[in-house]
């Protein structure tokens, strides 16, 4: 880590420029959160519906009390156990956070990262700005998200500063939890699973309904790579196999494969989506005719990878059958 380079991100930030750096879930494409003009950046970087809400970035625990108002005692709880960390937590916005970062609701998504890059320029920023980072993935709406630097720079080409700190250690975005309507409400599944918030608050977290908070990743289509993606339950996929498919499995190829590429998936759910981002743009750069990919199993512990692999496939498949 550069600090130098970090103090020149947060001086850009504080500037009103957008800047992406590493986190330990994905890279992040950031902004001031309390300036509405370089929030606009952005939506405008991503083409992002200017609705769909960004997720504020704060170094530690004590930005609850400045970004949110009426902060519930679970959030504090959580936010003791799982920050620094993948936990978002959605709660009442306070008047700090500007309308723009929330797409307009009265609700805001608040997390602590891990990565030490991203702790650095969090700490940076505030001795020159508001502290504060709005950051969705560093990518394209809908597209898949970013797990190293090279990712980015595919993206959005020269031009955008990019705070290198390797490959993602998650690879996986964030858990988001509702905790603004009282009882906890899994919004979007990731490392920190549905057990480790039972075992936090004494309750599951319920399923998302029609009144949750709109959030960050949880449209039905999300996370897609440009090649039409078929998730393939695994009893038919030996027989849905095509000339021209580009391969992830949880299994070697055949002898005499008929596939343009082929991952062999790791069988540890921790790993399978630490990988899944990177496995996705690498094999839609092969020129397949589709991705095919092995449903993984539908257990507990897989839900945050068949969360990012039924979205994928819908936003493929939307993108398939667009005029």
Not at 112 to 133: E, M, N, T
Not at 144 to 162: N, W
Not at 211 to 239: C, I, K, N, W
Request: proline content about 9%; glycine content about 8%; overall charge neutral.
């Amino acid at each position: 880590m550069d600090p130098a380079e970090v103090e020149r991100a947060a001086r850009r930030l504080a500037a009103g420029d957008v800047v992406a750096f590493a986190t330990e879930t994905v890279y992040g494409l950031g902004a001031d959160a309390t300036n509405p003009a370089a929030l606009a950046k952005i939506f405008a970087l991503k083409g992002r519906p200017a609705d769909h809400p960004l997720i504020v970035h704060i170094a530690d625990a004590s930005g609850l009390d400045r970004y949110a108002r009426d902060v519930p005692e679970t959030a504090r709880r959580l936010a003791q156990a799982f920050w620094p960390g993948p936990l978002t937590m959605i709660v009442k916005r306070a008047d700090a956070v500007p309308a723009a970062a929330t797409g307009g609701q009265d609700s805001v998504g608040l997390r602590c990262p891990s990565h030490p890059l991203a702790q650095a320029l969090l700490r940076a920023f505030a001795k020159v700005g508001s502290g504060a980072i709005a950051a969705p993935s560093a990518n394209k709406f809908g597209h898949v998200s970013p797990t190293t630097a090279q990712h980015v720079r595919d993206e959005f080409g020269p031009g955008l500063l990019i705070l290198d700190g390797g490959p993602c250690e998650v690879g996986l975005e964030s858990t988001i939890v509702d905790l603004s309507r009282g009882a906890p409400v899994m919004l979007r599944p990731g490392a920190i699973g549905r057990d480790d918030i039972e075992r936090m608050l004494g309750r599951r977290p319920g399923e998302r309904d029609a009144s949750a908070p709109r959030a960050s990743g949880t449209l039905a289509s999300h996370y897609a790579p440009r090649t039409p993606l078929v998730l393939m339950e695994a009893r038919r996929f030996a027989d849905e196999l095509r000339i021209g498919d580009a391969v992830l499995a949880l299994r070697p190829p055949p002898a005499h494969r008929a596939a343009t590429a082929w991952i062999e998936a790791p069988r540890d759910p921790v790993r399978y989506g630490h990988d899944l981002y990177f496995s996705l743009r690498e094999l839609d750069g092969h020129g397949a005719t589709r991705i095919l990919v092995e449903a993984p199993p539908r257990d507990a512990a897989w839900e945050a990878v068949n969360d990012r692999l039924g979205r994928a496939a819908a936003g493929a498949a939307e993108e398939d059958d667009a005029p």
